[in-house]
Nanobody, 126 residues
Framework: QVQLVESGGGLVQAGGSLRLSCAAS????????MGWFRQAPGKEREFVST????????YYADSVKGRFTISRDNAKNTGYLQMNSLKPEDTAVYYC???????????????????WGQGTQVTVSS
């Protein structure tokens, strides 16, 4: 079992920045790939970004590429999502998730991730 707790959400003006954190406990964090998803009101949950076990590979949704940066510190059992140049359309509940493995591009699908945090709200005002 892996327990995940997100933090760092809040209210920010368009163009601002936030850094989300995902603290993991339980099994060895470094054994899991870590992803971020988000869900806006009335919309389906969507992939944002993911990072491999060692941090050597990162992937981003086109909508956040160039603005968001995913990272991890396995020594601290924590993952991060640095969000810059935020837009109102980034408003959503952001979830971190852990995956024991993936194949091909399955990292973009939520069913790949077995463990999920409770989510943190990000609101971007215009």
């Amino acid at each position: 079992q892996v327990q995940l707790v997100e933090s760092g959400g809040g209210l920010v003006q368009a163009g601002g920045s936030l850094r989300l954190s995902c603290a993991a406990s339980g099994r060895t964090f470094s054994s899991y790939g870590m992803g971020w998803f988000r869900q806006a009101p009335g919309k389906e949950r969507e992939f944002v970004s993911t990072i491999s076990w060692s941090g050597g590979s990162t992937y981003y949704a086109d909508s956040v590429k160039g603005r968001f940066t995913i990272s991890r510190d396995n020594a601290k059992n924590t993952g991060y999502l640095q969000m810059n140049s935020l837009k109102p359309e980034d408003t959503a509940v952001y979830y971190c998730a852990a995956a024991r493995s993936w194949y091909g591009s399955s990292w973009k699908f939520d069913y790949t991730y077995a463990y999920w945090g409770q989510g943190t709200q990000v609101t971007v005002s215009s």
